[in-house]
């Protein structure tokens, strides 16, 4: 049981570039979601999933896509980054029907750096 | 809206010394209340939780007590370890627009010097 993991650990990137930030679960979660994480400014919310083929807005969704084809896989996608794209993202998954309801497993985060 | 609302930090301290970090919030209904650590190069992990009102959530010689009355959830510990240095985070959960996103708090730094 791997939990979340995310890929890549660390990315470097140059303005306009795109890239995808990968994750998965294998938990069997329905709920996933990606924050930002920057000094300061505590955990924001871009986007999350309710389940396979749902997917809605969170606090900071500009410059970034989801999808969500499958209830193991939640890839984060920047579309051309920005300089204010640099930040620590981070994937989790809960359940609401588990035993651990409602408690958010999150992936060791990747670390990004847009020049 | 759900929020929830932390003691800033940072909150500096000798070892065996006790804690109290503060936490309140805001929510309709009966939230589920947590409070997650993130150790340095790390993404967050569950410390304690507690469901319902006067539940105690306790792990690794932490606490925390859900008081309904006073909004609160905050954590303690009496005699804090340098292994216990790490970022700090409240968290609840509620329902909002039908979802059960969790709502953090800001985050408070905890420095324990030997």
């Known amino acids: 049981n791997a939990g979340v993991t995310q890929t890549p650990k660390f990315q470097v990137l140059k303005t306009g570039q795109s890239m995808t930030l990968q994750c998965a679960q294998d938990?069997?979660?329905?709920?996933m979601s990606w924050y930002r994480q920057d000094p300061g400014m505590g955990l924001r919310l871009i986007h999350y999933s309710v389940g396979a083929g749902i997917t809605d807005q969170g606090e900071v969704p500009n410059g970034y896509n989801v999808s969500r084809s499958t209830t193991e896989d939640f890839p984060l996608r920047l579309l051309s980054a920005a300089p204010s794209q640099t930040s620590v993202y981070f994937c989790?998954?809960?359940?609401?029907?588990?035993?651990?309801?409602?408690?958010?497993?999150f992936g060791p985060g990747t670390r990004l750096t847009v020049l | 809206g759900n929020s929830v609302t932390q003691m800033e930090g940072p909150v500096t301290l000798s070892e065996e010394a006790f804690l109290t970090i503060n936490c309140t919030y805001t929510a309709t209904g009966y939230p589920s209340l947590f409070w997650y650590v993130q150790y340095p190069g790390e993404g967050l992990q569950l410390l304690l939780k507690?469901?319902?009102?006067?539940d105690k959530g306790s792990n690794k010689g932490f606490e925390a007590t859900y008081r309904k009355e006073t909004t609160s959830f905050h954590l303690e510990k009496g005699s804090v370890q340098v292994s216990d240095s790490a970022v700090y985070f409240c968290a609840l959960s509620a329902p909002e627009g039908g979802s059960y996103i969790p709502t953090f708090g800001r985050g408070t730094s905890l420095i324990v010097h030997p």
């Open positions: 938990m069997n979660h329905e709920y």
């Open positions: 507690a469901t319902k009102a006067d």
């Open positions: 989790a998954s809960s359940s609401r029907t588990s035993g651990n309801r409602d408690t958010q497993y």
